[in-house]
Each structure stands twice: as C-alpha cells, then as structure tokens.
C-alpha cells in the first residue's frame, strides 16, 4: 500500500481512533495531520472524509472533530447489532458446516484457558467473526464489521478478566444451540448475551463520565 495513500492515513487514523490514542472530543486539523503524518494534504483530507463516513468524524468549524458517543448511541449500535448478530446465530444454526463449529468450538475453548484480558478479547472478537463467517451472509458481515468500528471507541479502557470469561461462557451456549440445529436457542442465547454487553457497557460509560 502506497504510504502517501488516502487508505494509508484513513488506517492509520482509525487505529488511533478506536484504540483510544486520539480522543474523543479532540479537532483534527488537515495541515496539523499532515505535518505529523508526514504526507501532502490531500490523501489526509480524504482519509478524514472517508472517517466521517464512518461515523467517527463530524464536522467542526475548523476541520473535523472525533465523535463523543453517548449513552442513546450506544443503545442504537446495539440495537441494530442485536438484530443482526442473533439472525447470524440463528443461520449459523441452519448452515454451519462441520469446519465453522470445529472452529467456533476452538474458539471457545482458548477463550476459556486464556488468562490474560487483552488475549480474551481478542478471543471474543475472533469468535463474533467466526460466527458470521458460519451463517454466510456477507451483506450482514459487512454491516456488522461497520458496527464493531462504533463500537470500538468504547474499549480504550483495559478490559476486565472477569467480564471476558463470563462472555467465555456465554459463547459456548451459543455454539451448543448452533451444534444441536436449534435455530430459536442459538439466536435467544445470541441476544441474552449482547443484551449483558451492552449493559456492561453502559455501566462502564456512566463511571467514567
């Protein structure tokens, strides 16, 4: 990928976005970007373009500013992450092969031998995709990715090793339905344990406010 590229700085910029290094709140200035990035104006002003794009820019009277999330976003993220994610449950359930719950069940497993939280979420994350890979709709896979950059800015914070291993277990329910064909439990599992995240999450939002 060419350094100078409008891509290269949109990647580079949504990396220290979600992991918390650019704040929210903080004004993004072109030629300030372009300094620090070390390339011409032009590929920043796309990158930045291409970010508000995402929803984790808006428009501020000198440039752009990094979105500050509120409580009422977050439930809308999750509400349209609950819809989705619990139809993928429900068609993996359907359509998994016996490769997708091989894998799903690794997943799992590692998850719940792992004793490091950052490792944990990895796990996690790695595990949603292996979930969505098994129900074979790449409209609600792309959808759903767009979800998880929302929901990125939320975890700056170091993740808690007792959360990570109660979703741990929440997600080898989830593959028991998915193993069994049981179309309805896998999704009521799938929503049972977003609806806890989200909560969690709130709960997060509200002590650090």
Known sequence: ?????????YERLRGEIVAGRIAPGTVLLETVLAER??????PVREALAMLERDALLERDRRGYRVRTR??????EIYEA?????????????????????????HLTGEAAAAG???????????????LRA??????????????????????ADEPTLAGQEVAAGEHGRIVDAIEAGDAEEAR???????????????????AGS
């Open 188 to 206: 009521r599992a799938l929503v049972a344990h977003l609806d806890r995240s989200r909560e969690a999450r709130l709960a997060e939002l509200a």
């Open 116 to 130: 490091d939280p950052v490792r944990l979420r990895e796990l996690h994350a790695a595990w949603h995709r292996a």
């Open 81 to 105: 992450r609950i819809a989705l994610e619990s139809t993928c449950a429900a068609a993996a359930a359907n359509r998994r092969s016996a490769f997708d719950l091989a894998r799903l069940r």
């Open 37 to 42: 990035l070390g390339v011409s104006r032009t």
């Open 1 to 9: 990928m060419n350094r100078d590229s409008a891509s290269t700085q």
């Open 134 to 155: 098994a129900a074979g709709n790449a409209t609600i896979i792309d959808l759903l990715e767009r979800l998880d950059t929302l929901l990125a800015v939320y975890d």
């Open 70 to 75: 509120s409580p009422e976003e977050l439930l």
